[in-house]
T-cell receptor, first 115, second 113 residues
Framework: AQKVTQAQTEISVVEKEDVTLDCVYE???????LFWYKQPPSGELVFLIRRNSFDEQNEISGRYSWNFQKSTSSFNFTITASQVVDSAVYFC????????????FGTGTRLTIIP | DTGVSQNPRHKITKRGQNVTFRCDPISEHNRLYWYRQTLGQGPEFLTYFQNEAQLEKSRLLSDRFSAERPKGSFSTLEIQRTEQGDSAMYLCASTRASGGTQYFGPGTRLTVL
């Protein structure tokens, strides 16, 4: 069975602080993909990153960075020097069941950046 | 590429009425997905098309729900005899290939009174 856990329901930080969003996944498959999506108040899910299970290299994109650790089944997301525009709900998701490849989402973390 | 589009963006209906939503995927994306998202939750898978073939339906999709993708292009999701529990955001996503990134549309927010 696939499961994604985002234990942090809501986080608030003051602008310019760094913040890390946690994601823990469960899967029995050896091949899988992990994703992060951003959902701003407008409601549209915006793709941020895709990672496959064979690539544990951390990734940095501007103020965003991702830490993938298979040993702990975690795929954490850090925003450096947060900005008000980062306020949104962030979802971690995985695809494990090759065939239909449906996304299994966590419950999301609501991030509020306080100006 | 233009993104995934969905219509209408909002739909308010009375219980018992039928509603139909439309999704236009990114051109040349042969896989299309429908998800449902309720307040405070992540999206949940409803059904999946590869080209015009509907390959899987979730147990969440009761007999009142039907989806089609004629000619492998746009897709429609119909809900018959709507119930208040159907109130949710209905999201459509498309992807080009196996293991590819799913790109989402803006969603259709359904409110059943």
């Amino acid at each position: 069975a696939q499961k994604v856990t985002q234990a942090q329901t809501e986080i608030s930080v003051v602008e310019k602080e760094d913040v890390t969003l946690d994601c823990v996944y469960e899967t029995r498959d050896t091949t899988y993909y992990l994703f992060w999506y951003k959902q701003p108040p407008s409601g549209e899910l915006v793709f941020l990153i895709r990672r496959n299970s064979f690539d544990e290299q951390n990734e940095i994109s501007g103020r965003y960075s991702w830490n993938f650790q298979k040993s702990t089944s975690s795929f954490n997301f850090t925003i450096t020097a947060s900005q008000v525009v980062d306020s949104a709900v962030y979802f971690c998701a995985q695809i494990s069941n090759f065939g239909n490849e449906k996304l299994t989402f966590g419950t999301g973390t609501r991030l509020t950046i306080i100006p | 590429d233009t993104g995934v589009s969905q219509n209408p963006r909002h739909k308010i209906t009375k219980r018992g009425q039928n509603v139909t939503f439309r999704c236009d995927p990114i051109s040349e994306h042969n896989r299309l997905y429908w998800y449902r998202q309720t307040l405070g939750q992540g999206p949940e898978f409803l059904t999946y098309f590869q080209n015009e073939a509907q390959l899987e339906k979730s147990r969440l999709l009761s007999d009142r729900f039907s989806a089609e993708r004629p000619k492998g292009s746009f897709s429609t999701l119909e809900i018959q005899r709507t119930e208040q529990g159907d109130s949710a955001m209905y999201l459509c996503a498309s992807t080009r290939a196996s293991g590819g990134t799913q790109y989402f549309g803006p969603g259709t927010r359904l409110t059943v009174l």
